[in-house]
């Protein structure tokens, strides 16, 4: 390869920037070879995520992905980063020395809008020609040598998945050469090129701009509706009496100035496409076509999505009992052996029912959390997210909100983290505030646990319509519930606190495709590691903590029961019963509510460390939690503590109170403020206590309270 | 469909392709659309009807919209 402006460029940071579904993410993970520490997240890229690259001769290189944008004319949060670093405007990131642009071979003209927008930059370029396997699939032929010439710059065809052109793409990134001032390929109509020449002149004469940011400039004054209001103590008042000037001359020649630099990118591309693809043209729908007639259909659609949810949840609750009794098992026999082989006292209770205990009840529900990922993963990967949020739109739009809200709230299924984060997708800023407030009620994957243990424990298990175990169909009115707050929050914020026009809603529909297994499981593992990790250290240390406040100070000759209720933890709960006895709750479930501020699934592990203290020198003690908790008797009232319609008020506290640091921490960095998180920590756990509160009342009238 | 006919993307009929003519929403809104290929000129197919929603294909992707941007979407019969 040759090039006229040869100058071999150090290479140590290299970006990735492309589209979105442009293959990229595949492409990093091929290139760097390194497991993705974000990745683990089902949704869009829309962290900083970096991986180290090795080039040719063993030099090392640091490897950037960019989150997926369109343009360099940023209208979301997530583009707005990629842009700021590509142009080196980013505080924290340096300016890559070689950008690889990701161009989705079967969607070559519109890849090859941001591919011009990057060309303009001077910046050392890259092209992978990604996808040119599903590209000849769809009959369309791309040249690559002629493509190579039109740009100007190398480029690399690959196919991600398979690892192909990766070694050649590396080699060249590390020739990358640094490109000075080429020719400009596109060009406007000659008047505007005129004057767009003109203000170049003016704002290197006035501002000493050099050519390069001069030309960006005179591009955005010329063009942009707003630029002489937003630019007005900018720039010295001669230059801007020249725009204003111009702005009539286009007018009145009939040009429309937003849209002229636009069409002459499409102009240049079209040419380019002219000589470097050929498709063939083809009039018969394809495979997407025909599955999207159907699960995007107006009624269809809608059914299949309402299905697809009612398996999944039947699926996590049935399938993931087999190897959850099996862990359950495993742990027993632990604390069994550790029964026998120390002698009583503190240190085997800590070990037994401060440690274990604790994290045995929430280890158990791994199964659950990892079928739950296993299907957001495949919604995820075979494309059929982005149809749930095109199907959503309408419900959406109902609340003031569009389908893409959509995404984050299925995302916090499995975490409002992630969640939150795919908020940034959202162009409105008003629209993703509220997205991000009300995205927490969505019952995340911290939440299982906590309906897992009190449906198994209180929720018969009948059959309703023959197929719905009662069980199951609990759950998911659980998360219907969710998603309903979600929803009535949503419209209740738009309707008052941020008021806002109708949405507009633009989305692409990625084309559907079988899963890849490997980054489903990736996914899977990625998450498991957290949970377990979570498991070892902050559910452990609560649990030990609580093991503790829950054993002293020690009484004499007393029971377990009598003990646990003279600690710390019975003084503390009595102390907060009074606030918590009208939603039905006892003591014990308000520690276990107190303990779970930190995180949801810790309640799980409170009741197993409590429970284990109370029946620690009977039989009971060896029953599994479950059981213990039906057989909980209140000393005063003789009357059992836990009744059916206990465990779905806890369950209705659980789904809609705000129990989590990590997210108002999220919400906090989103948004620069504690104005925020500190109104979604106020009015979630408001509304959780109204509607227990109400759930309770209700249930009892209705005679459900025994 | 009447040659040069202005319609909006609303009322095209499944499978038709029609060419854009102008976007009538806010700027930078027109400038999104433009980025996602529905620049003046472009040709668009649309695939499918929704309630509310249109599908339609144009630079081969596939690209949801809802009725408010739809009818934004100033086209005419191509051919």
């Known amino acids: 390869m040759t090039f006229e402006t040869v100058k071999q460029v150090r290479v140590r940071y290299v970006a990735l920037i492309g589209n979105p579904n442009c293959g990229k993410t595949t492409l990093f993970n091929a290139l760097t070879g390194l497991r993705q520490k974000v990745g683990n997240y089902p949704g869009v890229t829309v962290e900083k995520k970096e991986g180290r690259l090795t080039l040719a001769g063993n030099s090392e290189a640091t490897l950037l992905d960019l989150p997926g944008t369109y343009s360099l004319n940023a209208t979301s949060p997530d583009e707005k980063i990629a842009t700021d670093i590509l142009l080196g405007r980013a505080e924290h990131t340096q300016r890559p020395d070689v950008v690889v642009c990701v161009v989705d071979a079967s969607n070559i003209e519109r890849n090859l809008y941001l591919v011009s927008q990057i060309l303009d930059r001077q910046i050392p370029v890259v092209v992978a020609l990604n996808m040119i396997d599903v590209a000849e699939e769809a009959g369309i032929e791309v040249d690559v040598k002629m493509l190579e010439r039109e740009l100007g710059v190398p480029v690399v065809a690959t196919i991600a998945n398979k690892g192909i052109g990766i070694n050649e793409l590396k080699e060249s990134i590390a020739n990358a050469q640094s490109r000075t001032a080429q020719k400009r390929p596109w060009s406007m109509p000659a008047l505007v090129e005129e004057e767009c020449g003109e203000l170049v002149g003016l704002l290197q004469q006035y501002h000493k701009l050099n050519e390069n940011s001069a030309f960006d400039e005179a591009l955005t004054l010329l063009t942009s509706p707003e630029a002489l209001e937003e630019h007005r103590d900018r720039f010295?008042?001669?230059?801007?009496?020249?725009?204003?000037?111009?702005?009539?001359?286009?007018?009145?020649?009939?040009?429309?100035?937003?849209?002229?630099?636009?069409?002459?990118?499409?102009?240049?591309i079209k040419s380019v496409c002219g000589k470097a693809v050929t498709q063939a043209q083809t009039s018969a729908l394809s495979t997407s076509d025909k599955l999207d007639r159907v699960f995007t259909h107006r009624i269809w659609g809608f059914v299949i999505f309402v299905g697809l949810m009612a398996l999944i949840f039947q699926t996590i609750f049935t399938w993931a009992t087999v190897p959850m009794d099996l862990i359950g098992e495993g742990f027993d026999s632990i604390g069994n052996h550790i029964h026998e082989v120390m002698p009583a006292g503190d240190l085997r209770d800590l070990l037994i029912n401060g440690g274990l205990a604790g994290v045995a009840a929430v280890v158990t529900f791994l199964p659950q959390i990892l079928f739950l990922f296993l299907f957001l993963g495949l919604l995820e990967d075979t494309g059929y997210m982005a149809r749930a949020a095109f199907i959503m739109d309408r419900l959406m739009s109902k609340v003031g909100l569009h389908g893409k809200s959509f995404i984050p709230m299925l995302s916090s299924f499995a975490c409002a983290i992630p969640g939150i984060m795919a908020t940034r997708t959202i162009e409105s800023p008003k629209d993703r505030l509220v997205t991000m407030l009300v995205s927490p009620l969505v019952s995340c994957s911290a939440r299982l646990p906590v309906y897992a243990l009190l449906i198994a424990a209180f929720i018969p298990h009948d059959h309703v319509l023959g197929f719905l175990s009662l069980p199951a169909l609990t759950l998911l009115s659980m998360y219907l519930l969710g998603l309903v707050m979600a929803l009535s929050m949503a419209w209740l914020f738009k309707k008052t606190l941020l008021r806002g026009a109708a949405p507009l809603f633009i989305m692409e529909l990625p084309p559907y495709k079988l899963p890849s297994l490997k980054s489903v499981l990736l996914q899977m593992w990625e998450r498991s590691k957290l949970f377990l990790k979570n498991a070892g250290t902050i559910i452990l240390g609560v649990s030990i903590i609580l093991w503790f406040l829950a054993t002293y100070p020690r009484v004499e000759g007393v029971t377990p029961a009598e003990q646990l209720q003279h600690s710390f933890v019975g003084k503390a709960g009595q102390l907060i019963e009074p606030v918590i006895k009208p939603l039905g709750f006892d003591w014990k479930i308000g520690i276990g509510i107190i303990a779970s501020l930190l995180q949801r699934e810790v309640f799980v592990s409170t009741m197993g460390t409590i429970y284990n203290i109370q029946n620690s020198d009977d039989e009971s003690g060896s029953l599994s939690l479950q059981q213990q908790m039906r057989n909980d008797i209140d000393p005063e009232t003789g009357l059992p503590v836990w009744t059916a319609l206990t465990a779905i008020c806890v369950m209705v506290y659980y789904v809609l109170a705000m129990q989590c640091m990590s997210t108002l921490a999220v919400l906090k960095r989103e948004t620069n403020s504690w104005k925020w998180p500190l109104f979604q920590l106020g009015?979630?756990?408001?509304?959780?206590?109204?509607?227990?509160?109400?759930?309770?009342?209700?249930?009892?009238?209705?005679?459900?309270g025994v | 469909m009447h040659h040069n006919s202005h319609l909006s993307l609303t009322d095209v009929p499944m499978g038709q392709r029609v060419r854009i003519r102008q976007l009538n929403s806010q700027p930078d809104f027109c400038m999104r659309l433009r980025e996602m290929g529905f620049c003046e000129n472009a040709v668009v197919r649309c695939v499918s009807k929704g309630s509310g929603t249109i599908i339609c294909e144009v630079c081969n992707t596939r690209i949801g919209l809802n009725q408010l941007v739809a009818s934004s979407i100033v086209v005419s019969s191509f051919e």
């Open chain 1, 236 to 268: 010295a008042p001669e230059l801007l009496a020249h725009v204003q000037k111009d702005h009539e001359r286009l007018d009145f020649m009939g040009i429309d100035r937003q849209s002229v630099v636009v069409e002459a990118r499409y102009e240049w």
């Open chain 1, 683 to 704: 009015y979630m756990t408001a509304l959780a206590y109204v509607v227990t509160f109400v759930v309770y009342r209700v249930g009892l009238l209705w005679g459900f």
